[in-house]
């Protein structure tokens, strides 16, 4: 009769202990599982950032690009990229870099304002712009220290540069 009873508290045992290494088992899969969708959602999100700046640049450039539509100027003490409204001329986007952050200026052309006068578009440490024969180079740096760079050729085939 004891050994009934002893065979029934080995196999309860090994059971307890099968389901112990399967509980953590799965425990070990779901946490490496999660670990690894942290990364990949933190890597996507600073992908998805860096090229949203740059999309919404070359968009709004392509916008503008009319003859004379697009240019570059000294605004408030930093390089601006110009921007003319096609439709109405008296009107200008500048999208320029101030204190941390890609910004963007809309406003009258003759209109007396300041680089903090802007709408902050996204985080970026520096901007470097330069149009020279009609190609516009704008060089990016993110926050995470990568360095994006947009060259693009003016359809117009117009533009000047600072």
Request: charged share 25%; aromatic share 10%.
């Amino acid at each position: 009769m004891r050994k009934q009873g002893s065979q029934h508290h080995i196999d309860t045992l090994a059971a307890l202990l099968l389901f112990g290494v399967f509980a953590v088992c799965v425990l070990t899969v779901l946490l490496t599982g999660a670990d690894t969708y942290a990364r990949i959602t933190r890597r996507d999100g600073v992908t998805y950032d860096r090229r949203t700046c740059v999309q919404y640049v070359a968009t709004r450039v392509r916008q503008a690009d009319t003859y004379g539509g697009v240019s570059l100027e000294v605004f408030g003490g930093v390089k601006a990229l110009v921007l003319r409204d096609w439709e109405d001329e008296n009107y200008i986007t500048r999208v320029y870099y101030h204190d941390g952050y890609l910004m963007e200026l809309y406003s009258e052309a003759d209109l007396e304002l300041f680089p903090d006068d802007g709408e902050r578009i996204m985080a970026c440490d520096w901007m470097r712009l330069s149009l020279e024969d009609g190609l516009l180079t704008i060089d990016l740096l993110d926050p995470q220290g990568e360095v994006t760079t947009l060259r693009l050729t003016l359809r117009s085939g117009e533009g000047d540069g600072v």
